[in-house]
């Protein structure tokens, strides 16, 4: 049934959202919002090449615009397929999981109905009854939910608005996820990376998972990763968008639209250049660990003030090649998606590419590995996992920059 939204970017309104006739989708600024000189941003995607917002988005059909797209967990997913069931909705058709999820999509945006203007929930750490329906999104597509922590324990919201963690749980496709994961990320800080805070806990330290999880394969330890939300602080959402939403493309072109070159582009345009070097140091440390899932959804710029960006914090860095490991990287660097093929010449390639110093560069990758090889002496003992140790190590061996003098 056609129907709108309002959609709010923190308490502001910014525009509305309509489903149409033939289950066509369309976003319209408010003028109000155009005429003000301080306005927030809501999406680099959206601005036009005058450098004002596109005042009219282009309608599309079933899905919705990419900027809205991006922010529902994305088709196929275990949670678009729960979210679906509870409320009884297609789960191809974007507008009624923008309707169902509105109040508590990732970054600052809102999407309400009439009649939840003047009373939508605001971002809590209160405890949910379990029975009750999802009413989070995060995008993505493995099995990851909102949490809140209360008494030190997990609590997974079933109504309302989420929490300020994020809780990934295992998945039978890929043994020991959560524990590669949180090792992963443990190196990344160790070596001076941007990472929230995070944690590994047993699946019976959170409360309120959903009924209709598969079951979990016996063969492995019941952990879940957590991480804190870098979008979310106490009654305050902080905006935050993915560069899939930034190159205004939907959530399936993540890995095609554009190569690591451009993610540098966009930072030096955005954010002051300490974040430029930060993200040249994360993309030397993704191919150093063997992640293959680098792409363009698993970037992102968030808004503390709502008008300057900043690189958003590291999240969902994986060693994929412990479970591919014939996979190449998602966003070419320099041209290369063979992890075996990213030396100094590849890594020259994408500076010049990005408009940076070609030796500042190699300077960062150089100092990134260095301090890669220290932290993971210091930190191979205490991984219980000997799968995961042998795929770090054969990455180690097979990228050049790790051999590099």
């Not at 508590?104 to 929930?121: E, M, T, W």
């Not at 590419?353 to 205490?382: F, G, M």
Request: aromatic share 8%; proline share 8%; with cysteine.
């Amino acid at each position: 049934m056609p129907g709108s939204l309002h959609v709010f970017l923190g308490a502001t309104r910014v525009g509305t959202f309509t489903n149409l006739d033939g289950d066509y989708n369309l976003f319209n600024f408010d003028q109000a919002y155009l005429d003000d000189p301080r306005r927030a941003v809501m999406s680099q995607g959206l601005i036009g090449k005058s450098g004002e917002p596109i005042a009219r988005v282009p309608r599309v059909q079933t899905v919705a615009p990419p900027f809205f797209a991006n922010l529902l967990p994305e088709e196929g997913s275990l949670l678009r397929s729960i979210i679906a069931r509870q409320y009884a909705i297609n789960p191809r058709r974007d507008f009624p999981f923008l309707r169902e999820l509105g109040a508590d999509l990732p970054g600052a945006v809102v999407l309400r109905g009439s009649d939840d203007v003047d009373n939508a929930p605001e971002p809590s750490d209160v405890a949910i009854p379990e029975e009750q329906p999802l009413r989070f999104s995060l995008a993505g597509v493995q099995a990851k939910f909102s949490a809140t922590l209360l008494d030190k324990r997990l609590s997974i919201p079933m109504s309302g608005v989420g929490g300020s963690w994020i809780v990934k749980l295992p998945a039978n496709a890929f043994a020991r996820l959560p524990e590669n994961e949180f090792v992963v990320m443990t190196l990344a800080r160790a070596i001076g990376l941007d990472v929230p805070e995070i944690r590994l806990v047993n699946l019976d330290e959170i409360d309120g998972l959903p009924r209709e999880l598969p079951e979990l394969r016996a063969d492995e330890p019941h952990l879940a990763y957590a991480i804190r939300r870098f979008d979310r602080a106490p009654g305050v959402r902080i905006h935050a968008e993915d560069f899939n939403q930034i190159a205004n493309v939907a959530p399936e072109k993540k890995y095609d639209a554009k190569p690591s070159h451009w993610l540098a582009q966009v930072t030096q345009a955005l954010c002051p250049f300490e974040d430029v070097e930060q993200l040249v140091r994360r993309l030397v440390f993704g191919v150093c660990i063997g992640n293959n899932d680098m792409h363009l959804k698993n970037w992102g710029i968030v808004y503390p003030n709502g008008r300057d960006a900043r690189l958003a914090p590291m999240y969902d860095y994986v060693c994929t090649r412990a479970y591919y490991p014939a996979g190449t990287l998602a966003l070419t660097i320099g041209e290369e998606r063979a992890f075996e093929n990213i030396d100094a010449t590849a890594l020259s390639r994408f500076a010049r590419r990005a408009e940076l110093s070609e030796r500042r560069t190699l300077i960062l990758a150089a100092e990134t590995v260095e301090r890669l090889h220290y932290a993971w002496r210091d930190l191979r003992p205490t991984v219980d996992n000997p799968a995961l140790v042998g795929a770090l190590e054969r990455t180690f061996a097979a990228v050049p920059l790790m051999r590099a003098p």
